[in-house]
């Protein structure tokens, strides 16, 4: 006798028509045809059952912050990292608490029941991060909530970073942050980069940096990263957040540079929406896409994650804290549009996201912690295509979120009077 059976769900590693089997807050088994009862069932009826979607890079200090205290005129990073600079003074701790725990409703209607969000930490008042660890806490019993100390102003170009960034870390933050690109020189980034992974080693955490975060093809950041994380035995701890300047870098130097990053274990983390909608500013035409190389790291063994970075702030007035947007935009953004391509997009969202964040029982086998995600679709690549309805969303066993399947009814003589999106794919 189980506490909950889920029937006849297809996995995301094309298993199909399997019984999931939970007791208590755990997966009791993954078979065909559980010969069991359970207190609850569910018919998946041929539908999806995935681990709950992951983000490994987000804002939630900022988040649903859009038009506060004015638009991103110009559209650029720069001009957001401004923005956020005025609204910054005046935030309150209420009001960021309010705002992320509205983010976090929205995140488990989507299934998404594990974010890295970093947290800005110029401001020496520390609000946003007294802020975040409330949230933290609250959200615990239904979002894993990893924070990341974010120097967003820089952690040597503004005074008093260094202090703040340690006292964040004192608090309770999770991940030594950076951003060396913001520096004010190449060289005070590569110093940037070495005494943030000095912390890190130091104070035994993980890494993630913003990094190479432009258009420039001389940005050598990453490089720095990958060593300095060998140099200071953090390999696997470490991620490298956009990288975006990869995409202008020279292929010979590149050719270089990928080996070095998979010697160093670097969890890649682009960030498609607000990659392709940020980069390239400066260019006229052609424009670049600003995408980093997402399909020879992934090739080269790199650990790929995609984040969805940023939901209606300062720097992107759209988003919806639905994962499979963003890989339904990395999908037409770094051209992987193959069947494989897109099982390994998927697997971004999911399993690669969950290790970049070092998540403990995450995953559908038996054992594994009773989280997954019901969707109106058939298999990943049809979630991807759909971006389809959350069914059912499950946390240590219990459901915590339903919506109804979307049917259209059609009202037009001698054609079906229902129509759902999700039987029309060929051979389904
Ligand atoms: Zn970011």
Known sequence: MFDLIIRNANLPDGRSRVDIAIGGDKIADVAVGIEATAAEEIDATGRLA??????????????????????????TLLEGIALWGELRPTLTREALVERALRYCDLAVSQGLLAIRSHVDTSDPRLVTVEALLEVRERVAPYIDLQLVAFPQ????????????????????????????????????????????????????????????????????????????????GLKGRVAGSHLTSMHSMDNYYVSKLI???????????????????LQGRHDTYPKRRGLTRVRELMEAGLNVSFGHDCVMDPWYSMGS?????????????????????????????????????????????????ADLVILQARDPLEALRLKPNRLAVIRRGKIIARTPARISELLIEGRPSLVDGSEYAPGI
């Open 153 to 232: 102003d820089g952690y040597y170009r503004s005074p008093g970073a260094v202090d703040a960034l340690n006292r964040a870390l004192d608090m309770g933050v999770d991940v030594v942050g950076g951003i060396p690109h913001f520096e004010r020189t190449m060289s005070d980034g590569a110093a940037s980069v070495e005494a943030l992974c000095r912390i890190a080693a130091e104070r035994g955490l993980p890494v993630d940096m913003h990094c190479d975060e432009t258009d420039d093809p001389l940005s050598r950041h990453i490089e720095a990263l990958a060593a300095e994380t060998i140099r200071f």
């Open 259 to 277: 080996p070095l990053m998979a010697e160093a274990e670097i969890n890649v983390i682009p960030n498609p929406l607000i990659n392709i909608m």
């Open 321 to 369: 804290a639905d994962m499979l947007e963003v890989g339904h935009m990395a999908i037409h953004v770094a051209q992987m549009a193959g069947i494989e391509d897109k099982k390994k997009i998927f697997d971004a969202l999911t399993v690669n996201s969950a290790k970049t964040m070092g998540l403990d029982g995450y995953g559908l086998a038996k054992g594994c912690n």
């Open 50 to 75: 995935s681990p709950p979607f992951v983000d490994p890079h987000f804002h939630m200090d900022a988040t649903l912050s859009l038009g506060l205290p004015r638009m991103n005129r110009s559209g």
